[in-house]
């Protein structure tokens, strides 16, 4: 011991699994906090606001949302080995199902279950891509030009002659 010391301090995470529930906490608090300010305004009113809505979230994904958006990919492929950080990271994924059926609704869109979830999902499998693809794979996946990519993503699943289900 050095003189002059009576403690140790520890500066780390003793255990794996702790840091996991820790960078998944801090990911769940930035999640609650956007969502909160994304709710605190009017919902989009209509296809046009919602195509905007939705760009604005992916250029976040690819910019200042980026090391949130990294950190919780690797947390989903942790909780596909440990049941219990599936179950703290529930909430974020749950949540945009729901808010992003909500806004769908607020544009006046012919809402059904399914088409709200297949939206979501083509948005969430669009995120790896953003994060970590280069030129050619944005420009395949149709993400080199996001207004269009969410155009076209409404477009699929919400033809001009989609009626309710």
Same mark, same amino acid.
Request: glycine share 8%.
């Given at each position: 011991?050095?003189?002059?010391?009576?403690?140790?301090?520890?500066?780390?995470?003793? *255990?794996?699994?702790?840091?996991?529930?820790?960078?998944?906490?801090?990911? +769940?608090?930035? %999640?609650?906090? !956007?969502? @909160? &300010? #994304?709710?605190?305004?009017?919902?989009?009113?209509?296809?046009?606001?919602?195509?905007?809505?939705?760009? *604005?979230?992916?250029?976040?994904?690819?910019?200042?949302?980026?090391?949130? +958006?990294?950190? %919780?990919?690797? !947390?989903? @492929? &942790? #909780?596909?080995?440990?049941?219990?950080?599936?179950?703290?990271?529930?909430?974020?994924?749950?949540?945009?199902?729901?808010?992003?059926?909500?806004?769908?609704?607020?544009?006046?869109?012919?809402?059904?279950?399914?088409?709200?979830?297949?939206?979501?999902?083509?948005?969430?499998?669009?995120?790896?891509?953003?994060?970590?693809?280069?030129?050619?794979?944005?420009?395949?996946?149709?993400?080199?030009?996001?207004?269009?990519?969410?155009?076209?993503?409404?477009?699929?699943?919400?033809?001009?002659?989609?009626?309710?289900?």
């Amino acid at each position: 011991m050095v003189k002059g010391c009576t403690a140790r301090r520890q500066n780390y995470v003793p *255990t794996r699994d702790a840091v996991l529930r820790a960078v998944a906490e801090r990911c +769940l608090e930035e %999640y609650a906090a !956007l969502t @909160a &300010e #994304a709710a605190s305004g009017a919902g989009p009113a209509d296809r046009d606001e919602l195509t905007a809505f939705f760009r *604005t979230l992916l250029e976040n994904v690819a910019g200042p949302g980026r090391p949130r +958006l990294l950190a %919780y990919l690797e !947390l989903q @492929a &942790e #909780a596909a080995r440990r049941p219990w950080l599936s179950a703290l990271l529930d909430p974020m994924a749950s949540g945009d199902f729901a808010g992003f059926e909500a806004a769908q609704r607020s544009a006046g869109l012919p809402v059904t279950r399914r088409r709200a979830a297949t939206f979501t999902l083509a948005l969430h499998a669009a995120i790896p891509q953003l994060l970590g693809g280069g030129p050619d794979t944005l420009a395949a996946a149709g993400l080199d030009d996001l207004d269009r990519f969410d155009r076209g993503l409404l477009d699929a699943v919400y033809p001009a002659d989609a009626t309710p289900a």
